[in-house]
Each structure stands twice: as C-alpha cells, then as structure tokens.
C-alpha cells in the first residue's frame, strides 16, 4: 500500500524548486512592463490559468521565474 505523500517543509514549494524566501514576486503591473502587454491581459492569462499568481489580499502577485516560463514556452520560431 502506497505511504501518502509528505508534506513539503515550511518556506518550501510542493515541487521543491526553490524556497519561498527566494522566489521573487512581480505585481501585475511589472509583469505587463516585461511582457510589454496591458494589466488586462496578465490579468486575462491569471484567470486562465496559464500564467500562476498568488493573491494577495485584493491583487495578484507573479513569481518572476513563472514570466520567463512563460515566455519560454510561449516564444515562436519563424523560417
């Protein structure tokens, strides 16, 4: 019978990427600068869940490394 998963440490990620203390979170404001795109459209890709947030009280906060995933994964090659 298989054991139930443990719980990640505090401060830590599920998946154990990095520690909560080092993961740097951008407003959606800042996330629109470096995507050069409007806040409606963070917002847009948020509720979609194609881009992860935190809320926070009433507004959104990006994990930085979330943005050039993102990015990454979203970038198209042209002939």
């Not at 830590?12 to 995507?35: I, K, Q």
């Not at 409606?40 to 935190?54: D, K, N, Q, S």
């Amino acid at each position: 019978m298989p054991s139930a998963p443990t719980p990640s440490p505090r401060g830590s990620t599920p998946r154990g990427d990095r520690p909560l203390s080092e993961v740097v979170f951008l407003t959606v404001a800042e996330v629109a600068a470096v995507m050069r795109v409007s806040k409606m459209t963070v917002y847009r890709l948020v509720h979609a869940g194609e881009l992860p947030a935190v809320k926070v009280g009433r507004s959104y906060r990006v994990p930085e490394q979330a943005v050039h995933d993102y990015l990454r994964g979203a970038y198209v090659e042209t002939a």
